[in-house]
């Protein structure tokens, strides 16, 4: 997985000083630390400790920066392989042997160059404690710290103040390779660093830090990104779907921008999507499943309200695979937060009913079966049955919609020409429909959420100085 950005060369805090003591007291600028058993200097990089001194905290170590021993996280030191672009030649059993080599150390961070390569670990390091945000915040010298994730949202914020100039963060890879966990811990840093960068010119504000960090790293604390939490449920439901990788995998490109004001901080975000994998509506490979919405709305919906929509439970549909069918309180949990996540962006009921008829005529089209008629150059829809059903969802005649399913029509110097499809070219045409009525509802739903993310009259009020955004491309 890697991770790109624009600027090579991070910026500082220069105001912001900030740490901890032995004790795990935060200090910061204008605190009086001449009671604490130690003291603290140049919190830049963590707590300097005496030499004469051992003892530490629980999952604190001691390292040399420059010289002087300081307490800092497990896994923040540096090694001689953090940045492979040093290396004189750098074949691809030599990147390989080191990430594995890194890996085996819990070292999942590998920079070459300004690309940060990421290895799935696959579990808790505990590489993202609010202890660690804050090492990683105002770095003056990415060379004395340990690859890091945050380390590229910092230098990214420090770019953009410097510079003024809107910054991107794209993050590739395969399927289940940590891309989406990736983007939320980007963006947590990113706004953490705002916060300690605004609040540092203030020295009555310096108290406040370590409760933030904290507070941060439970996804309460920022209101932007309690927003993108609240959005979470439903584009996840919408967008993601199990492959044989990964049992929740990203089948959309994200773009997120958060937006700045020219004091540095945070005043909103825009989201957009790209690419979403249409595809995956009509035809899902062996041991993969359809988007999650439709097993959530089809297992975990209301039968009542599955029968308003022509659906029924002991029915099945030709898109939903039947190992997606099976009934659990999961499931129904999972589609009770859809509906709530929908209800707290502001999406009113009469919307969610149509986003539903929406969900249930992408089903009942794609039951829809195209014959050869008895000429056998055309073709035919039976008028009962998924058509009918499915017409009476979409709000639509039946005939209306047999006839834009086995016919197309060509104009030319004002005659219209009639042809009829063949019984392939008809299903072709089904499956187009219901790609489009899906992407309409992805686009629009997205169009929703951003609108929940934009900055406010009163935010903006200010003027918008730049940029920075975090392009999440899905994996296959």
């Keep these: 997985m890697a991770h790109a950005v624009n600027e090579s060369r991070p910026g500082s805090l220069e105001s912001t000083e900030f740490g ?7 200090v910061g600028p204008d605190v009086d630390t001449h009671n604490k058993r130690r003291t603290r200097r140049d919190t830049k990089w963590g707590t300097v400790l005496p030499g004469s001194s051992d003892r530490l905290h629980d999952n604190y170590v001691l390292h040399d920066v420059g010289g002087t021993r300081r307490r800092m996280p497990e896994g923040s030191a540096t090694s001689e392989d953090d940045d492979l672009a040093r290396m004189d030649v750098l074949t691809d059993d030599l990147l390989i042997g080191t990430l594995e080599r890194r890996l085996s150390a819990g070292r999942i961070y590998t920079y070459i160059g300004d690309i940060l390569i990421a290895v799935n670990p696959y579990t808790d390091l505990g590489l993202y404690s609010p202890s660690h945000s804050l090492l990683y915040t105002g770095v003056i010298d990415p060379s004395a710290m340990a690859p890091h994730i945050f380390a590229v949202a910092d230098r990214c914020y420090s770019s953009l ?23 939320k811990l980007f963006i947590r840093q990113v706004l953490d660093v705002a916060h300690v960068g605004v609040a540092g010119r203030s020295a009555a504000a310096a108290g406040e830090l370590k409760e933030h960090a904290s507070a941060s790293s439970t996804g309460g604390s920022h209101p932007i990104e309690a927003k993108i939490l609240k959005l979470n449920p439903i584009l996840e439901s919408f967008g993601n779907a199990m492959t044989v990788m990964n049992d929740n995998s990203s089948r959309f490109g994200k773009l997120v921008e958060l937006v700045f004001n020219r004091g540095g ?49 002991d029915c099945r549909y030709r898109i939903l695979p039947p190992e997606s069918l099976a009934s659990t309180g999961s499931i129904q949990d999972e589609w009770t937060e859809v509906v709530e996540s929908l209800k707290v962006v502001g999406i009113t009921d009469t919307q969610q009913e149509e986003i539903m008829a929406a969900l249930a005529s992408v089903l009942l089209l794609g039951d829809i079966e195209c014959r050869p008629d008895a000429d056998g150059d055309g073709s035919e829809i039976d008028t009962s049955g998924p058509a009918e059903r499915a017409s009476a969802v979409l709000a639509v005649r039946v ?20 042809k009829a499809k063949t019984a392939q070219q008809a299903s072709a045409t089904r499956d187009a429909l219901l790609k489009a009525v899906y992407e309409r509802l992805f686009t629009w739903i997205v169009r929703k959420l951003d609108r929940l993310l934009c900055p406010t009259d009163e935010d903006a009020s200010g003027g918008t100085a730049s ?5 999440d491309i899905f994996g296959f």
């Design 265 to 313: 901080s945070v005043v909103g975000a825009h989201l957009a999507h790209y690419l979403l994998e249409k595809a995956r509506l009509v035809v899902q490979g062996p041991g993969e499943s359809n988007f999650h919405v439709f097993q959530r709305f089809f297992v975990g919906g209301d039968p009542d309200m599955l029968e308003r929509y022509q659906l029924h439970r």
């Design 467 to 471: 940029k920075i955004g975090i392009l």
């Design 161 to 183: 103040t410097r510079t003024g100039v809107s910054q991107i963060c794209v993050i590739s890879g395969e399927s289940g390779s940590g891309k989406t966990e990736s983007t």
């Design 20 to 26: 901890f003591t032995e004790d795990d007291e935060f």
């Design 399 to 418: 005939d209306a919609l047999i006839y834009s399913l086995t016919k197309t029509e060509m104009t030319t110097r004002g005659e219209t020409i009639v």
